[in-house]
């Protein structure tokens, strides 16, 4: 199965820190977001990933090469100088992707989940990983309906930016700026979305203060731990 992190986003609430260097290369327990991605993808046995770039893409390009020194294959979806969002950056993607369904990470997430549990793993349309509110999050995205997600539940938990997705998902879609919720709401009106519930570590590194919290946690615990 291949993964897609996706890393092409401007990080406009990173600001000034993104004005200069992707999101996706700050730093953090001395490496940068994208290579701890990188190391647990490559830790689950997920040797081929495409990487997704455009606002200052030619440096993670420049900084993560063709991946061999991570021990991965990286091959590069570049989408110019306008992101495609997360939807038309996946379907920008597809024909470096298999006709299979395929795993896509956030590249801003910091987490310790288990990807490995995902390659075996069954789906329809699109499996989504998701995990309990943040503060800076508190109504969620989407709830269960038995094994099912749907967007109308009483209890919503949060979307982790972390899964797998059939490439039949896209197949009603054009190539362009695309938003991936409506995309998932339109399947799981159809009953097509299964999901599940990730309560270890997780975190959304939207700001300069979530990206030192982060970095402290690694000073605190080792990198091994996290």
């Known amino acids: 199965m291949k993964a897609m992190i996706l890393a092409a986003g401007r990080g406009e ?3 000034p820190l993104t004005d200069r260097q992707p999101k996706p290369l700050l730093m953090v327990g001395g490496k ?6 990188l190391e647990n993808l490559r830790d689950a046995d ?5 990487v997704n770039v455009a606002h200052l893409g030619s440096q993670i390009i420049d900084y993560l090469g063709d991946g061999r020194r991570f021990g991965v294959t990286i091959v590069y979806s570049d989408e ?3 992101p ?8 920008h993607a597809l024909p470096l ?5 395929f795993l896509v990470v956030n590249g801003d997430i910091a987490t310790n989940f288990p990807f490995k549990t995902l390659k075996q793993r069954e789906i329809d349309l699109a499996h989504l990983v998701l995990v309990n509110n ?4 508190p109504s969620g995205d989407f709830g269960f309906n038995g094994d099912l997600l749907c967007d109308h539940a009483a209890e919503k938990y949060t979307f982790s930016g972390i899964g797998l997705y059939h490439p039949a998902l896209f197949a009603e879609n054009r190539k362009g700026i695309l938003k991936l919720a409506p995309i998932l709401r339109e399947a799981m009106r159809l009953n097509r979305v299964s999901g599940e519930i990730f309560n270890g570590f997780w975190m959304d590194i939207g700001t300069p203060q979530r990206l030192k919290e982060l970095d402290h946690l690694y000073q605190q615990r080792g990198t091994h731990h996290v």
Do not use: C, N
């Open 13 to 15: 609430r990173m600001r």
């Open 32 to 37: 940068p977001l994208i290579v701890h991605l």
């Open 46 to 50: 997920f040797s081929d990933i495409v």
């Open 80 to 82: 110019g100088e306008t």
């Open 84 to 91: 495609q969002e997360t939807a038309g950056g996946i379907i």
């Open 97 to 101: 992707l298999d006709d299979k369904p």
């Open 134 to 137: 943040p503060e800076h999050h």
